[in-house]
């Protein structure tokens, strides 16, 4: 009988007792900063193909075997140097006849002119008729023409001989040497001797967009383009193992019209190239320095890659978080550049954003002392 009582009492006990509802966990710590605005730089790159400052074709200006081969391949020449010999001795043998025609020639005249000085006192004695001495004058003159023609020939003569030396006519570097010894060579051989290129400078050429050459115009003070380069800041040359060329260069030209085919404008920029490092056919990046004004900077830190498109968490009212998107137009350092999306002002989450869903309500910190940010944006208390 007590033993029903006890289990009575107890059961009565449990059935009266309340339900014990579970603790609500306090909100997560989060690092927060406050989106600010600032000047930024941003470089953007442009796909450039390379070339000397002066890129010469050699070819030969007469026919002939190909004697001797001065130079060689990648060798680096002076102007005026000798690369190739063409057998001179057709061209000695032109050169001789034609000094032979000369001296005919001018001895024609001499004799010419004996007949004129002849038949001049006859002709003021009346001893011969006036047409003789007219005749001597015209078969003088005919003389003089011909000794000129003769001395033509000569100078072209020598001319031609001269050719039979191939010779740079710029400094720099030789290219392939497709033509070799005995080769039989002609001004109409579809490929040349060989190529020159003057790399002391090289020229590196890239073209901008309708739109991106409107930016850029807008960026810089000056009411002519002219103006306009002279106020362009350095511009870097990227290669193609992404390695940064040490000098900078200058945009010194602009293409005087559109490609009508691409809607895009050529630019030229130079860069020094003393020690040889770079030659004609390379190919690189431009890049180009843009300021922007009152930039929002974003950290990169504080945003996350979903679908092609980036995010950033806010703080809203309540201290709850919201997923936005934002529109990034370029990088500054370790920021984005974002157009639209955020302001100064707003409050984004920092970091530990892959534990965060949306409407989750946070508490708010600010960053560690050691966290890597811009001067646009301050840590939120």
């Known amino acids: 009988m007590k033993l029903l009582s006890s289990l009575t009492l107890i059961l009565f006990l449990f059935g009266c007792s309340e339900p014990q509802t579970p603790a609500t966990p306090p909100p997560p710590s989060v690092e927060v900063v406050t989106i600010g605005s600032a000047l930024a730089t941003t470089g953007n790159e442009y796909t450039a193909s390379l070339q000397g400052k002066t890129d010469v074709e050699i070819r030969p200006q007469v026919d002939g075997f190909l004697e001797t081969v001065l130079v060689d391949e990648g060798a680096f020449v002076h102007a005026g140097q000798v690369l190739f010999r063409i057998n001179s001795q057709p061209f000695q043998e032109q050169l001789n006849s034609a000094a032979a025609s000369l001296q005919a020639a001018e001895a024609a005249t001499t004799n010419a002119q004996l007949e004129i000085d002849k038949l001049t006192p006859l002709v003021e004695n009346k001893v011969v008729a006036d ?7 015209a078969a003088y003159k005919i003389a003089v023409a011909n000794a000129s023609q003769a001395k033509a020939n000569l100078s072209a003569a020598r001319i031609r ?7 740079a006519p710029v400094s720099g570097y030789i290219g392939r040497l497709p033509k070799k010894r005995g080769s039989l060579v ?5 490929e040349p001797l060989t190529q020159i290129s003057d790399v002391h400078q090289v020229y590196a050429y890239f073209s901008l967009s309708e739109t991106d050459f409107i930016h850029f115009k807008s960026q810089y ?35 005087g019209q559109f490609d009508k085919n691409t809607g895009a404008i050529t630019l030229r920029a130079i860069f020094p190239n003393a020690q040889g490092l770079l030659r004609s056919g390379n190919t690189g990046k431009v890049r180009l320095q843009q300021q922007h004004t009152d930039a929002i900077l974003v950290p990169q830190t504080a945003t996350i890659d979903v679908q092609d498109k980036i995010f ?19 990088k500054s350092g370790s920021n984005y550049i974002v157009k639209d999306g955020v302001k100064p002002g707003d409050r984004i989450v920092f970091s530990g954003l892959d534990r965060l869903i949306e409407g989750t309500v946070i508490k708010p910190e600010p960053i560690k002392a050691n966290a890597q940010l811009s001067l646009a944006t301050a840590p939120t208390q």
């Open 131 to 137: 047409y003789q001495l007219k005749a001597a004058k």
């Open 221 to 255: 003070p000056g009411s002519t383009l002219n103006d306009k380069l002279q106020q362009l800041p350095p511009v870097s040359l990227v290669l193609a193992d992404n390695t940064v060329y040490p000098q900078t260069g200058k945009i010194d030209m602009v293409d």
């Open 161 to 167: 001989l001269g050719y039979t030396l191939v010779k």
């Open 186 to 190: 002609a001004p109409t051989d579809p």
């Open 312 to 330: 950033v968490y806010t703080v809203v009212d309540s201290n709850k978080v919201a997923k936005q998107p934002v529109q990034v137009i370029g």
